[in-house]
């Protein structure tokens, strides 16, 4: 049956999205078939593992870790009433099954959401946003609709399986480094081994610096899928964009070392701790450029606000 | 949602399930005959109010749908989390026409493309003691389930739990027991 929506799909950023996870997957591809033709093939099986359990550990526990690094703790209904209510209310337009919610003592205003599924997501968000920032209700709702949103898409499992090929990649230059991957030393005879083990390094490296790229354009994807699906949610495009406004200049007005313990869990905030403007650091940052972001919600406020519906 | 839609982060705005409603009334003959709950005669509809002229031009047509000959009497209020709820109200041994009411808002929200925006939609009923009661019914899921307010936040659960077990034959009912939301200060409760 059709039904009728206001919404139309970014194709662009699709594709873009498909792209980058086309070549993480073919960068992993290319990695495992130079480990496999360097490493000798009893030593594979191990670095494999254990990458593959320092990875599904940060997975099935996302939710303990992050809450602990930030120092969240979690509330019930009775502790924070307005904040459940707007959130159950979310979850029923949603159609989502109700996360936990934490909070965490911080004057810098956020939100973050984690959890290896919407079964076990914490929805997570800051004092400073719900009682420094100045924040209108709307606003904070857009705020906790976005983060809904990385929870509907899974996001945590996306950049966790992204991130695999980068934290092999990693182990492997320093396995190589410190022990030697290359085979058996006593045989080492014509410098062969001290060779396989210069070019393990040297590809494990390059690896690393490019899914590392590739991880951080894919988490911007990411974000600017969240707002999508967040204003959609919300049907109020307009506050999730005041509300980056106001969240992105109380943040920079913040001093640094504040932040510093904040930095590595940027890729599941809804505003990225650190400001940055130079090119090099937008190809780093997490999070898209707050202008950007702003610009698409315009749009959608567009598709609002047009006299007919779109058969779907 | 598809493993597809997940991967590419492009979840949809959930369509409304309308059928359910109409359950409704013998639901409320359940109540009749099992207890002492009646029906008050009020039942509204709760939604999201999205932002630009598309909507409010909907949402007017609806007031005026409603107000037209005959119709119920409508009140519409806005509650402190940005909600709007139209309030119907109808002779209060009138579930048919209260339903009917409820279904028009809901047909030309859908029509328009706001379907996405129904957040719920309440009944209200009230027994002799005066003891309140409401089937709330979640568009998302198409589900209904009770909610017995006592003093705010109070809420009367064995009572919730007692209709729950008398209405498992008449309406779909919410199995999950953490999507109960409680709805305070709702109009018509």
């Keep these: 049956m059709a039904t009728k929506t206001r919404f139309a799909p970014d194709r662009g950023l699709t594709s873009r999205m498909v792209l980058v996870m086309f070549l993480i997957g073919l960068l992993a591809v290319a990695f495992i078939a130079a480990l496999v033709a360097f490493v000798p093939a009893r030593s594979l099986p191990i670095v494999l593992i254990i990458a593959a359990l320092i990875l599904g550990a940060q997975f099935f526990f996302s939710d303990k870790i992050a809450t602990f690094a930030m120092g969240a703790r979690e509330v019930d209904r009775k502790q924070a009433p307005e904040l459940y209510a707007i959130v159950e209310r979310l979850c029923a337009l949603a ?15 956020n939100a973050f959401a ?3 599924n919407p079964n076990n997501a914490v929805i997570c968000v800051t004092t400073g946003l719900l009682r420094n920032s100045n924040l209108t209700e709307e606003e904070v709702e857009g705020v906790l609709a976005h983060e809904l949103s990385h929870v509907a898409h899974r996001d945590v499992l996306v950049i966790t399986i992204a991130s695999f090929l980068g934290i092999l990649a990693g182990m492997v230059a320093r396995m190589a480094f410190w022990f030697g991957l290359g085979g058996d030393r006593r045989d080492d005879r014509d410098g062969n081994a001290a060779m396989a083990q210069l070019v393990i390094m040297l590809v494990s490296v390059v690896t690393y610096a490019i899914s590392f790229l590739l991880v951080r354009a894919l988490s911007r994807y990411r974000e600017y899928a969240a707002d999508r699906a967040g204003a959609h949610l919300t049907g109020n495009p307009t506050a999730l964009a005041d509300a980056l406004r106001k969240i992105t200049g109380d943040m920079s007005k913040i001093p640094q070392q504040d932040l510093r313990a904040a930095e590595p869990y940027n890729a599941f905030y809804f505003a990225p701790a650190l400001a940055s403007k130079e090119s090099l650091m937008a190809l780093l940052a997490t999070h898209p450029p707050t202008e950007k972001r ?6 959608i406020a567009l598709e609002l606000n047009s006299n007919r519906p779109n058969l779907h | 949602m598809g493993l597809l839609d997940t991967l590419l982060g492009r979840s949809k705005p959930v369509q409304p ?12 003959m359940t109540l009749e005959v099992n207890g002492t709950f ?8 709760c939604y999201r109010k999205a932002e630009g002229v598309a909507f409010s031009q909907v949402e ?9 000959i005959d119709g119920p009497k409508v009140q519409v209020s806005k509650d402190k989390y940005g909600y709007t709820w139209v309030l119907c109200q109808r002779a209060q041994d009138d579930m ?8 028009a808002v809901n047909s030309a929200l859908q029509d328009n493309g706001f379907g996405p925006y129904l957040l719920c939609t309440l009944v209200s009923f009230q027994d002799d003691r005066g003891r309140k009661l409401a089937l709330i019914y979640l568009y998302k899921q198409g589900t209904f389930y009770p909610f017995a307010p006592l003093t705010e936040p109070q809420r009367d659960n064995t009572l919730e739990l007692q209709i729950k077990a008398q209405l498992g034959n008449d309406l779909r009912l919410e199995k999950d027991l953490s999507r109960w939301f409680p709805v305070w200060g709702a109009p018509g409760m």
């Design chain 2, 60 to 68: 007017s047509d609806v007031e005026e749908l409603l107000e037209g």
């Design chain 2, 96 to 103: 048919t026409s209260l339903v009917n009411d409820v279904h």
């Design chain 2, 38 to 45: 009646r029906p008050t005669g009020y039942g509204a509809v």
């Design chain 1, 95 to 109: 159609n989502m099954p109700m996360p936990r919610v934490a909070i965490a003592d911080t004057p810098v205003p």
């Design chain 1, 114 to 116: 984690t959890g290896r």
């Design chain 2, 17 to 28: 399930n309308l059928d359910q409603l109409f359950g409704l009334p013998s639901a409320a």
């Design chain 1, 294 to 299: 702003i610009e698409q919600l315009n749009k």
